[in-house]
């Protein structure tokens, strides 16, 4: 649980059926601000930038399907990793093989709400025989996560990028 979270359950509790006079709220307020920062430092102590991965590949370039796959892709990473608040993300880049120009991966993160995240979308280098209309992303997020916690998701057909992934979860 967030220490803000925390403190303030601990401060209902605490306040909850008393009679509270002036003095006992200054102390309260008091002793929360001492709590809160010391909390949030040592939080802010244990947050890392991690780099999440995601794929996910589509049938044909069409501006609809890509949006969708994308959006798909990013719910996922957000669930499986527990990202509830957009101001984590530091920043997300998308690419697309060359065969898919029909949009831009990033509408589908704007879409979802991350309009402060930094977005850039690139293309994929054209390497001979690699997986075809294939969307990747890499994000960026402040975490406390260890880098073995973090769940990297590789969807359908992009699922064969990464075998060692896919076996280890
Ligand atoms: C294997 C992938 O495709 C390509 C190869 C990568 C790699 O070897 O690490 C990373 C991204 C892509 O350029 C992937 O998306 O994971």
């Known amino acids: 649980m967030l220490a803000a979270a925390r403190i303030a359950e601990q401060a209902c509790g605490w306040l909850s059926g008393r009679m509270v006079n002036r003095y006992d709220l200054q102390r309260l307020i008091e002793c929360l601000r001492i709590e809160c920062s010391s909390e949030f430092e040592r939080e802010w102590a244990e947050m890392s930038v991690r780099g999440i991965r995601g794929a996910t590949c589509v049938d044909c370039d069409n501006p609809e399907l890509l949006l969708a796959a994308t959006r798909e892709l990013l719910a996922e990473l957000l669930q ?42 690139a293309s994929e280098i054209a390497v001979p025989q690699a997986l075809p209309r294939c969307i990747r992303v890499l994000l960026h997020v402040n975490s406390s996560k260890a880098p073995s916690e973090i769940v990297h998701v590789y969807l359908g057909e992009a699922k064969k990028l990464r075998p060692d992934i896919q076996s280890a979860q």
């Open 80 to 121: 499986q990793n527990q990202i509830v608040d957009f101001d984590e993300i530091v920043s997300a880049i998308f690419t697309t093989t060359p065969d898919l120009t029909s949009t831009f991966p990033a509408e589908a993160a704007r879409a979802l709400g991350m309009r402060q995240v930094p977005l850039l979308c």
